[in-house]
């Protein structure tokens, strides 16, 4: 076995080890990895006990036992049998593997994998992912809301945060060959990507206590634009160092590894840049912040119950995106959030006095006393710092970072008295917690209002999730005089929490720009006053008239994935089992609306029961189906227990809706799904198609203009009284009750009308077909099996099908009233022989059929002695054996010559009297 050492940037020397795993050498099977020299198994070796690229002294900030960081190889072979290293390979946008390597005790960092030589991106912490079409992905995610303790602690971790959520790129090339290579020839760099900034909070404070919740690093303004904690499209970090070069998109190569460079290369390999999933990246391209924005003007740290005596302090870090842009520190600051109120201090250092005429901080004077000092540090930023600040330069007053980024160390250290502490009416709400503080601080401080002059609040929700809890539900019914707007810079919205014991919750509020609300499942809530605002319900919501005429309940759109009661007019959307537009694989078929009022547009994956007795207007009503869903199940189901007009009405496949008797349902549109009329269907003010099936179990009538085209199934019910339509030119109808009324609009427009007669419908005396007044159907499916008279069938049926798998004697009329279109003589599917005699005499040709004859499996056609079968089409489908004792003649056909098929046709005293071309 051949080992071998190599040094890294940041401490972590590398020993190749020749063997393998066939585990990992069998996930790259397929991969277009070329013939590459194969290096083995590898072990990086950790030696430097401050490795989190933070100023930490005493080894805390070591990495720990089980963490991971991920090797990547993300090349392909350029020219594999080129000399130099850096011509063999090119950087694409490609991701080939991705292993992970585990810390041991020791600090030696070891994976299964067996690696092949090639350019490798490092990312710390692995996310897991197989190189499959299932690979999973991974924002570079840091979270908004960070903690100073570990869960269930109580005290303060200093390098907690870091912890959670620093993260480190890196590059390496690995050569197999590179015999004898120093530490500059194959170098590793991990480089964190984010600033670690540290924070040291004081109460200076002579007398009085203070307890610190949490400190947040904002900015200034609340517009979007101002969010200058975003993260720009490239990755801003530090250039890796080493003498390697890569090659580039099929460039030439460039000297140096910039890791910022090949990290934004890695970042767009995507499975649509190859068409092939083994090109799936196993990290996303998005937010460095736990928002689902790209930009964040609030990142806090939370802190355990500390409570500053005088003259006392706590520390932590934060952990922030990389801030490069020139001034943009400036226009930061720091907001300490305690149980009396809030601290705000610029991130300029200083002393500063509080006026209160301007209600602002500014800067103290000589002979003023401070409430607010600002202390800010950097390391490295001076080549002669004093030693005793161990290389930290103090920045001078007002005087703010010019960046703050990894490895700039900077020490934000902020003293306060409690002057300095104030009541905020304005505040940021990244959390719950926060907009309890928030509203918590009127009750601590009793700045309540009055009625005469009430109390403004205004949260401006910046971060997901936010709840409205009972606790700050409380107080605003407690002091009612307290009057809180939410809004926000960016979409957002506030939930209503499943805890809270009333239903106005969404009434003692006002919503303000960009918001929506959220109603928590478990919740129950009414609405019963204007409200403009978009709502997501996962809960009970009841929206619902109040003595006060209500201009709008929301020209927003409504979300409901639990129950909803509409009770009043509704002008919203209203998209009923769907959490958000974008979600509609996520359907949720048991949500549930109740309409008892006019309302907007409903688009519909669930349940909706339309009541009430007076008459409801739906502007449209959309019924869907997510057929292409991996659930088809998850249809749109609506109940119609009121006279209803939808103006515009919409079913998909599969989806159902369904008149009650009694009710009334006048519409246009179309249908693709089940509709089912026990009432009275009226077609008004256009067209109404239908693609799917509708059955009329009452009444069908199209007035005042309007339409109904047929071009699918409908079936007229036994207990339907009249089917009144307009074209059912490609479509069929099957009739269940031959006494119902079936009109259709034009003659010549009839298309396929079925009946079916068997054993329990057909009006059977004596075993014969029995005509009805009305009766008008030009395709007949007999099921009454033995001996059936058929001699008073109608010239009308155009079509007649002997749907039956049991021996039976049919007998036909005589004269034009035998002739048919097509003929299907037994059942499909039948398992047993059995034996359908065909009688109608031998006059006009005897039972006459003019272009269909199909004869199915196990079944005989029997042509009996003293009757004629007379067949005028081209062909035959006969799958059973048809049997002459009479007469059976072609016009068209001739004898088959095929002898396994002229078998079928067997003689038993008759005779086939088959088509013979006259010879000229």
């Known amino acids: 076995m051949k080992t071998k050492h190599i040094l890294a940037a940041l401490a972590l020397p590398m020993v190749f080890v020749a063997c393998s795993d066939e585990q990992y050498e069998s996930s790259r099977v397929n991969n277009p990895l070329g013939d590459r020299p194969v290096i083995g198994n590898v072990t990086f070796v950790d030696g430097n006990a401050n490795t989190r690229a933070i100023d930490a002294t005493d ?82 995610v840091i979270d908004a809301e960070q903690k100073a303790y570990a869960e269930g602690s109580k005290e303060v971790t200093k390098y907690q945060a870091v912890k959670d959520n620093q993260i480190f790129f890196g590059y390496v090339p690995m050569e197999a060959d590179a015999t004898g290579a120093t530490a500059t020839e194959l170098d590793m760099n991990l480089v964190a990507a984010h600033a670690t900034p540290a924070f040291k909070i004081t109460n200076m404070d002579a007398s009085k206590s203070v307890e610190i919740r949490k400190i947040s690093l904002e900015n200034t303004t609340t517009a979007s634009g101002d969010a200058i904690l975003a993260l720009a499209g490239e990755l801003d970090v530090e250039n890796g160092i080493s003498s390697k070069e890569f ?62 005596a005088s003259n006392k302090s706590t520390a932590a870090y934060m952990v922030v995106p990389a801030i490069t842009t020139a001034n943009a520190c400036e226009k930061l600051q720091v907001v300490i959030y305690t149980n009396k109120g809030t601290v705000t201090a610029p991130l300029k250092a200083g002393k500063y006095k509080w006026n209160f005429s301007r209600d602002a901080f500014e800067t103290a004077g000589t002979t003023d006393t401070p409430v607010l000092t600002v202390a800010l540090a950097q390391k490295g930023i001076d080549t002669t710092p004093e030693a005793a600040n161990q290389g930290y330069k103090e920045l001078a007053a007002d005087e703010s970072f010019a960046s703050m980024k990894a490895n700039d160390f900077s020490s934000i250290a902020i003293s306060f008295t409690e002057e300095a502490i104030v009541v905020p009416t304005e505040m940021k709400i990244a959390t719950t917690a926060d907009l309890d503080d928030f509203l918590g601080y009127r009750e601590v401080s009793q700045q309540v209002g009055t009625e005469a002059s009430p109390v403004g609040l205004t949260g401006i929700i910046t971060g997901d999730g936010v709840e409205l809890s009972k606790d700050a539900y409380d107080i605003l019914k407690k002091y009612p005089y307290v009057k809180l707007t939410v809004k926000a810079a960016n979409a957002k919205s506030l939930t209503i929490s499943k805890n809270i014991t009333g239903t106005d919750a969404l009434e003692v509020l006002t919503f303000g720009d960009n918001t929506s609300a959220i109603i928590s499942e478990g919740a129950t809530q009414v609405v019963s006053k204007d409200f403009n605002k978009g709502i997501l319900n996962k809960g009970v919501l009841t929206i619902k008239d109040s003595e006060a005429p209500i201009a709008a309940i929301t020209t927003d759109e409504i979300y409901n994935v639990g129950t909803l009661n509409i009770a009043t007019a509704l002008t919203a959307t209203v998209h009923n089992g769907v959490p958000a537009t974008a979600a509609y694989e996520n359907a949720v078929s048991t949500a549930q609306m109740n309409i008892n009022a006019t309302v907007g547009t409903v688009d519909n994956y669930a349940s909706v029961k339309v009541s009430g007795d007076a008459a409801i207007t739906i502007t449209a009503l959309n019924n869907k189906a997510l057929a292409k869903s991996e659930n088809p199940d998850k249809v749109g189901s609506v109940e119609v227990d009121a006279n209803v007009t939808v103006t515009s009405l919409v079913t998909e496949a599969k989806s159902t809706l369904t008149v009650n008797a009694g009710k009334s349902f006048i519409t246009k549109g179309t249908n693709a799904g089940i509709i089912t009329n026990n009432g009275q269907i009226e077609i008004a003010g256009g067209e109404f198609k239908n693609t799917g099936t ?25 207990n339907a009284i009249y089917t009144y339509i307009s074209d059912n030119e490609d479509g069929e109808i099957v009739i269940e009750k031959r006494d119902a009324e079936l009109r259709i609009g034009t003659e010549d427009k009839a298309g396929i009308i079925t009946y079916v007669a068997d054993d329990e419908q057909g009006d059977w005396s004596n075993n014969k077909f029995k005509v009805l007044s009305g009766d008008k159907f030009n395709k007949l499916i007999i099921q009454k099996s033995g001996t059936v008279d058929l001699s008073a069938v109608a010239a009308a049926t155009t079509s007649i099908v002997l749907d039956v798998d049991a021996t039976s004697t049919y007998s036909f009329p005589t004269g034009t009233g035998r002739q048919f279109t097509s003929m299907t003589v037994g059942k499909e599917g039948a398992t047993s022989p059995y034996v359908i005699q065909i009688k109608g005499g031998t006059s006009a040709d005897g039972v006459v059929v003019t272009e269909s004859l199909t004869v199915n499996e196990k079944a005989t056609m029997h042509i009996t002695t003293g009757n004629q079968f007379t067949f005028k089409g081209v062909s035959i489908t006969n799958n059973g054996t048809i049997l002459v004792g009479g007469i059976f003649t072609t016009t068209v056909m001739e004898k088959p010559a095929d002898a396994a098929e002229a078998a079928k046709y067997k003689e038993a005293g008759g005779s086939f009297k088959w088509y013979t071309p006259s010879i000229n």
């Not at 937010?287 to 689902?292: A, K, V």
């Not at 509708?694 to 047929?710: D, E, K, L, P, R």
């Open 59 to 140: 080894g805390s900030s070591k990495y720990t036992e089980g963490e991971q960081f991920g090797l990547a190889l993300m090349d392909e072979v350029y020219d594999i049998d080129a000399s130099a290293f850096t011509d063999r390979y090119t950087l694409k946008n490609a991701v080939w593997t991705n292993y992970p390597f585990t810390r041991d005790a020791n600090g030696n960092w070891t994976s299964p994998a067996s690696l092949v030589e090639g350019n490798y991106f490092t990312y710390m912490p692995f996310k897991n992912g197989k190189v499959t079409a299932a690979r999973d992905g991974m924002k570079w």
């Open 247 to 308: 090659k580039l998109n099929d460039e030439t190569a460039t000297a140096g590894s910039n890791i910022a460079a090949v990290f934004n290369v890695y970042n767009n390999a995507t499975a649509t840049e190859k068409e092939d999933a083994f090109h799936n990246n196993p990290l996303y391209t998005g937010s460095f912040l736990s928002s689902t924005a790209d930009a964040a003007n609030k990142i806090s740290l939370r802190f355990p119950d500390v409570t500053l």
């Open 694 to 718: 509708v059955t009329n179990n009452y009444g069908i009538v199209c007035q005042s203009g309007g339409t109904f085209v047929n071009v699918a199934g409908m079936t007229v019910g036994e």
